[in-house]
């Protein structure tokens, strides 16, 4: 009887030791997935081969400025010891800084312009301009407020409108706009708040300061809870694609360090995951 206990208890011994190491092994298995799965951005970076310490400035369009801004963060995990200096304004703007010699590696439109006119200049490296998103361009109000505006054909009926500069991009769009509508002229003659930038424009109309205001999608999209979208462009009124080229400028000065993390920069730009990001703030890849 004894030897039977004996057997019984060397039994549950070896039983409590096979489930200890089974669920040890589970546990570990477990937890490497989990670290995988968590870690996979930093797996992913630890892979890229890792550039020289530089620091590159980015000249972006207003309308980028959000997305940009995540992205920036973004591309610190992966090149770590590159630093990127974000000047976020209206593309003429930012262009004629270039021209009068700001610092700059990166110059981002919302047109292609602004970048054509840079290119002709020879303040561009012609290989390196690439065609990346596209936008739309809407008609907004203040949130709740009436307008007797429906439609960009309509839009005279409003006492002001928020426009950006000709020099704007978005501006240069509304522009084409009423002119295609045939109403140009009349526009014109309204009262006009002018912008310096589509984000002024955006301001002044969320604000309440002008009864509608001609923005960029994703723009609208930004402050949804301030303003409404009365309607897009129709496609035959705009003929001109909205699109948003990035380009590697001249920079004579830059380093062979902040040329090369200028020209990984672009690049990164284009990846899907990127895309996908701007994707979440309304942008569309560039046809």
Do not use: H, W
């Amino acid at each position: 009887m004894k030897n039977a206990k004996r057997r019984i208890s060397s039994l549950l011994v070896s039983l409590l030791i096979i489930c200890s190491a089974v669920g040890i092994v589970g546990y570990s298995s477990s937890k490497e997935t989990s670290i995988t799965i968590t870690d996979a951005t930093s797996v992913e970076a630890s892979q890229v081969a890792k550039l020289d310490k530089a620091t590159i400035y980015v000249f972006v369009a207003a309308s980028l400025k959000n997305s940009m801004t995540t992205i920036q963060e973004m591309y610190s995990k992966v090149q770590p010891n590159v630093t990127i200096v974000l000047n976020p304004d209206s593309s003429g703007t930012l262009k004629t800084q270039i021209e009068e010699g700001a610092t700059c590696d990166i110059f981002f439109s919302a047109a292609m312009k602004q970048m054509n006119d840079l290119n002709t200049g020879g303040y561009i490296d012609s290989t390196s301009i690439a065609k990346v998103l596209e936008n739309q361009v809407v008609l907004i109000k203040p949130k709740g407020s009436t307008t007797l505006v429906t439609s960009f054909d309509t839009i005279t009926k409003a006492k002001n409108i928020a426009l950006a500069g000709e020099d704007v991009p978005v501006g240069a769009y509304a522009r084409e706009i009423f002119k295609n509508l045939g109403i140009y002229d009349k526009v014109m003659a309204m009262e006009i708040n002018q912008g310096a930038s589509v984000t002024a424009v955006l301001a002044a109309v969320s604000e309440g300061s002008n009864e509608v205001g001609v923005v960029y999608a994703t723009d609208a999209a930004s402050v949804a809870s301030k303003i409404d979208i009365i309607a897009s462009a129709p496609s035959t009124s705009l003929t001109t694609p909205v699109i948003y080229p990035v380009g590697l400028v001249k920079n004579k000065d830059a380093s062979a360090a902040q040329t090369a993390a200028s020209k990984d920069f672009i690049s990164y730009l284009q990846k899907e995951e990127v895309t996908n990001i701007f994707s979440g703030f309304g942008f569309s890849k560039a046809k």
